[in-house]
């Protein structure tokens, strides 16, 4: 008992000790703490700012990449031509000695495809699906369902048309062809890809299409493409263009910097872009249009078009502007000064229902052959004024319903206006109150449909 008194008393003493210990050496420990705190908080300090540092060069970085990627395509490629190499490079390697590949969808297992159009198989010389050689043939019976990557060969030597190559092939996803391609020698690209009705993505950016006269109804109706890689070399001999992009509803933009038309046998772009519902904006200033005669229905039902550079169009020899701006409902503003119009025949519904157009110049017009123009200005609601003062009607047999509602026109001048014409419903839903200036033979057409508060000014 006394043993385990004297040795648990001996316990406390070296506890006591020990705590003696840690009281004796208090200060200095605290001392060497104060030291070691300082030295990591100023060594995170500076990591901190080392961070901050990094962090704005990156963001500042990236919201460089952010302006590149926002800029157009053609103005990113002048900025980093590595990554167009760096695509050929891939692009070279993937197709090899192959002209095409392609990807389809199946929706059922054992479901047969077809790949092109029936006319071409014989001018297919090899084939790949999926990593196996297989039979060349036009169509082929995938096993599973799902998306299938088809590579094709095929021998152009003796076509000079790729006229419905894929016509209606409504299971074909994506095309990309190959430079080893050789196409100078087609002359035709008619309904090339009509009714494509899956197809996503197209990179022909590699075709040789110099001789090519016709790109007629070349995309028509592929509902849901939304990306096109145009051929980069000129267009020498291309004579009409029309629908060439009709329908296309996905399309938000179509780059033609490195597509040059350049011919000067381009007779029609009639359609072209009917039916573009998304497309924002275009530029056509690579296309050579001075012996253009129509370019009716150009941008017909364009609703999201809110743009159009026509600084360098030439348009001496244009006959037909019938419907070219028809529904382009998100048009604020048209610039229609370098238009030259002596030729001009048609010019009805022109700027049909352009709802929000709310500045126009057509000051340049000249229309000394105009035959029809009704409807010409109707449905254009934010329109306040318009100076028709340099137009020639003496030829025109046609002003039906020439604005009508114009729901905010309150100046109009027509002074110059002849009265042989039909001028039925000229006017409807006209303002209460506005000015017109036109002249007595006109007047007496129309004077039924012009609101009581209008003042007319006689010339």
């Known amino acids: 008992m006394d043993e385990q008194f ?5 316990m406390d003493l070296d506890i006591g000790n020990e705590e003696g210990f840690f009281t004796r050496n208090y200060h200095k420990l605290l001392s060497l703490n104060k030291k070691t705190l300082y030295i990591i908080g100023v060594s995170l300090l500076a990591f901190i700012i080392l961070l901050i540092i990094i962090i704005a060069i990156c963001t500042s ?4 990449d952010d302006k590149k990627d926002s800029e157009k395509d053609d103005q990113r490629e002048e900025e980093n031509p590595g990554e167009e190499e760096d695509e050929k490079e891939e692009l070279d390697e ?57 590579y094709m060969k095929l021998n152009t030597q ?22 080893n391609l050789t196409t100078n020698n087609i002359v035709s690209m008619e309904r090339m890809f009509v009714s494509c009705s899956q197809l996503l993505f197209v990179d022909m950016s590699h075709l040789d299409v110099e001789n090519v006269k016709s790109l007629d109804y070349l995309f028509s109706y592929a509902k849901l493409l939304n990306e096109v890689k145009l051929p980069k ?79 360098k169009i030439k348009t ?28 001009v025949k048609k010019m009805e519904f022109l700027f049909y229902n352009c709802s929000l157009l709310k500045s126009i110049n057509i000051s340049s017009f000249k229309t000394d052959n105009l035959l029809t123009m009704d409807s010409m200005f109707s449905g254009c609601s934010s329109l306040t004024s318009v100076d028709l003062s340099g137009f020639n009607t003496d030829k025109v047999t046609n002003m039906m319903s020439t604005f009508a509602s114009c729901n905010n026109l309150v ?49």
Not at 61 to 64: Q, V
Request: charge should be negative; proline fraction near 1%.
């Open 411 to 459: 100046y109009l001048d027509i002074s110059h206006f002849s009265a042989q014409a039909d001028f039925f419903d000229f006017f409807t839903s006209l303002p209460n109150s506005g000015t017109i200036k036109l002249n007595n033979k006109v007047n007496e057409k129309i004077q039924s449909s012009i609101p009581s508060g209008w003042k007319k000014e006689f010339v």
């Open 158 to 179: 003796n076509l000079v048309s790729f006229d419905k190559l894929f016509y209606h092939i409504k299971k074909l996803v994506s095309i990309t062809f190959s430079q």
């Open 61 to 64: 970085g990236g919201d460089d």
């Open 94 to 150: 993937k197709l090899g000695n192959y002209s095409l590949k392609g990807i389809y969808n199946s929706y059922n297992d054992y479901e047969t495809v077809q790949l092109l159009n029936d006319s071409f198989k014989d001018y297919i010389t090899d084939m790949e699906i999926e990593g196996e050689k297989v039979n060349p043939s036009s169509s082929y019976q995938f096993k599973n369902k799902g998306n299938h990557t088809v």
């Open 316 to 343: 001496n020899k244009l006959e037909l502007m019938n419907k070219m701006f028809y529904r382009c409902k998100n048009l604020e503003k048209l610039d229609l000064t370098n238009f030259s119009t002596n030729n």
């Open 233 to 311: 070399s000129k267009v020498s001999k291309l004579e009409s263009a029309n629908y060439m992009f009709e329908g296309c509803k996905e399309l938000t933009s179509i780059n033609f910097k490195k597509f040059i038309v350049d011919s000067k046998n381009l007779k029609s772009l009639h359609g072209s872009f009917d039916g573009c519902q998304s497309l924002k904006y275009i530029n056509l200033s690579n296309f050579n249009t001075e012996e253009t005669t129509d370019m009716g229905e150009l941008f017909a039902d364009c609703y999201s078009l809110t743009s159009i550079d026509f600084s």
């Open 6 to 10: 004297n040795s648990g008393e001996n």
